[in-house]
């Protein structure tokens, strides 16, 4: 006879996989935990497979766990999403959704959407998760993200997910005000100086590893940063020179601490894509939510200072 798994006992895994422990579990579904014990050891038993190592400080998944997870996961966030989906469908202006974007997107285009959307939308929970795109692919092929803004290189996830093409932004040599580098004009000219980069995993950062492999010189990238900020404030605060979003030269927080360098080599604009499982249905607001992002990236330009 095929066993039958239980709600109850899905969502005890899930947060116990997320948490790493029982306790941790425990805290957040506000569950006993010789309850959340009883659930998981019913559920191994039941598949007749063992889903965590139990360690002196927690749990860890094992190779059946993470397969497990990867489908129970997903399971739960169809069941938010679509019990959120009725309730909108049937008038009720509320629910959650939850979006990822690259770090530039977040600092320009998100802004203006989001406070928009919130006074559209006050009960509506909007969670919204930075980074590149390859640090959220489990996140949205587990649902746990509904879609996210950010660049994409051609790689193994075109068959997993819809790209809808939003906009295209240019990209320009940074450095600090006052920089001894102030009046070059070309990339040869800059080779001398120190460099930082974003992740190289992000998706316009391979673009300008094709760039520079084509050129007998390349600079020497020493610093690479995990996150934007870091890399922005590096540039700001040091002789460290940066390839960034153009638009940063004209942002009122940081135009006075940034020099854009007007080299006479073209670098490759950066393009943005509307990311979203292919198998996904988005709930009403989701969609609203999404149409708002659409709009806003036609309008992406820089001001004039």
Request: aromatic share 8%.
């Amino acid at each position: 006879m095929t066993f039958q798994i239980k709600f109850h006992q899905i969502r005890a895994f899930v947060e116990v996989a997320r948490q790493g422990s029982i306790r941790g579990a425990s805290r957040v579904l506000t569950l006993s935990q010789p309850a959340l014990t009883k659930s998981i050891k019913e559920l191994e038993e039941g598949m007749a497979a063992q889903l965590f190592v139990r360690r002196s400080k927690g749990v860890a998944l094992t190779e059946c766990g993470e397969s497990f997870y990867q489908h129970a996961s997903l399971i739960l966030e169809e069941l938010r999403s679509a019990q959120d989906d009725i309730r909108q469908r049937q008038g009720q202006q509320a629910g959650q959704i939850n979006v990822g974007m690259g770090a530039s997107v977040a600092r320009m285009l998100m802004p203006p959407v989001i406070v928009r959307f919130h006074q559209q939308h006050p009960q509506v929970k909007v969670r919204i998760m930075e980074g590149q795109l390859v640090s959220m692919i489990n996140e949205l092929r587990q649902g746990e993200l509904d879609f996210t803004i950010n660049t994409y290189y051609q790689g193994p996830y075109d068959h997993e997910f819809t790209f809808e093409r939003l906009f295209e932004k240019p990209f320009a040599i940074f450095c600090r005000e006052g920089h001894p580098a102030r009046g070059a004009t070309s990339i040869n000219d800059l080779l001398k100086y120190s460099w930082t980069m974003p992740t190289p995993r992000g998706s316009y950062y391979k673009q300008l590893e094709e760039l520079f492999n084509h050129r007998a010189q390349i600079p020497r990238v020493g610093i690479v940063c995990e996150t934007f900020s870091s890399c922005i404030s590096l540039v700001a605060q040091s002789d460290f020179l940066s390839i960034l979003p153009q638009e940063l030269g004209c942002d009122p927080l940081l135009a006075h601490r940034l020099v854009m360098l007007p080299v006479q080599e073209t670098l490759p604009k950066a393009t943005y894509y509307l990311i979203q499982r292919r198998d996904s249905r988005q709930t009403p607001l989701t969609e609203s939510l999404i149409t708002q992002f659409r709009r806003q990236a036609r309008q992406v330009i820089c001001p004039p200072n």
